[in-house]
């Protein structure tokens, strides 16, 4: 049996996305997947503003970019869109790319930093101990610290570990297919919706078009199964043409529930992505939560491996949780809205809602949302109003924020007047008027404040000094 620090089950972007983080920080991951080998499939397109910031403290944005397309707007329904280009990121746009290009350069990564991906390999046991947890896949075998269950909305860790899915089914008879457009639309991404039905188009970039499609009348349908001409008599109902409907390449029909799991931790066990929480695809949040949990929990585990408190680890569920909550009601309040039957409900959220979704302060405050740059995490009351944000970009003295994020760990930003400042930790100084900053390996803030006076060192151990030290003094 082999001994490591972390076994991450899972080889999806959650999971890869974690155990970059995990091997850049100098810790042993194990990734066990079942597939043997990644799907050349793509379930998601689309790749938010606040993934984007994430993928560039590693180095991995501006690859991905290369590989889509921009979009300027997200779009909701035909009404109803949210102006990207105002967003306050180094990314103003819905990157439009298939997941397999989110998947491979994840996977990538992970193995470029060292983490161990052991694939055509299924889980059929994990048993907790005091001192760690064993995972059994075949007749491979790991005991380790800790696990991460980063597989998928069918996790089968969650169902060794009890762990329950509560929830509803929201649709049952949604359809995707990768097809070929004789006459595509004009526009990047492409939704409408009306009494009884909605359709939704993207880009793959390379000739393909991703299109989701939804029917009322087969929602009770035990019969119903995905078909091409099925997608086409939609696509002319929702939108008035099929784009010259030709080709298709892959055809699947999926239930879309609203579950999330009511805590992201269990003993050693942690939960990520698609195994804490599903949701509707509206607003394409799915894969983008999946990876900014990772992120989230990936540098904890790696500082409490390093000897930090482990209550440290209970800050995942606190970050996290609200913020799949939130997920599950913006993208649930979007399907809701597009497949309202009644005459007046539609009439509201065509004329009422998208005028508000167009309007200055609601569409930034949505487009916050939706993207991820708008999230922040829960502070102390005491806490400068910074604390728990994510810090995008900042004028600096040389170079730029997310290129001295890159080793993984910490980052102390000086203000504009400070002098030279000794620290553990890389320093950067900004040249405008903001506070100092103590910025986590995550991108968001830790603590503000005056740099000169010290108090970022207290906050800076609190998350990472080993325990023998702060029991010391």
Known sequence: MDTVDVVVVGAGPAGCMLAGELALAGRSV??????????????????????????????????????????GSLSLWKSAGLDLTRLPSRFPFLLV????????LLEKHARDQGARIVR????????????????????????????????????????????????????KSIMLADVRLADPPATVITVDAVKDSFAFLAPFGDGW?????????HEDDAAFRAEPALVRDILRRTMGTDFGMGETRWISQFRSDERQIGAYR???VFFAGDAAHVHSPAGGQGMNTGIQDAANLGWKLAAVLDGADPAILDTYHAERHPVGKLVLRTSGA????????????????????????????????????????GIRYRRAPAEHRLVGTPVGELPLRDGRLPESLRHGGFVLVAGKGAGPVTAPVPVVHRTDDGPGLLVRPDGYVAWAGDVTAGEWAAVLDRWTAPQRERSGR
């Open 334 to 373: 979007t399907i809701r809205l597009m497949t309202v039957r009644a005459w007046p409900a539609r009439m509201l959220r065509n004329h009422v809602i998208g005028a508000l979704l167009r309007s200055g302060r609601f569409s930034r405050k949505a487009a916050g949302m939706f993207t991820g740059t």
């Open 30 to 71: 194990v990734v066990v997947e079942k597939h043997a080998e990644a799907s050349p499939l793509s379930r998601a397109f689309g790749t938010h503003a606040r993934t984007l910031e994430v993928l560039d403290t590693r180095g991995l944005a501006d690859d991905l970019v290369a590989t889509g397309t921009r979009a």
């Open 120 to 171: 055509g390999t299924a889980v059929t046991d994990l048993e907790q101990r005091d001192d760690g947890v064993v995972v059994r896949a075949g007749g491979l075998a790991w005991k380790a610290s800790y696990v991460v269950a980063a597989d998928g909305a069918h996790s089968t860790v969650r169902r060794l570990t009890g762990t329950e899915f509560p929830g509803t089914v929201l649709l």
């Open 209 to 217: 078009f991703r299109v989701i499609a939804w029917d009322r009348r």
């Open 97 to 104: 790319t298939p997941q397999r290009n989110v998947d491979s």
């Open 266 to 268: 269990s003993g050693r």
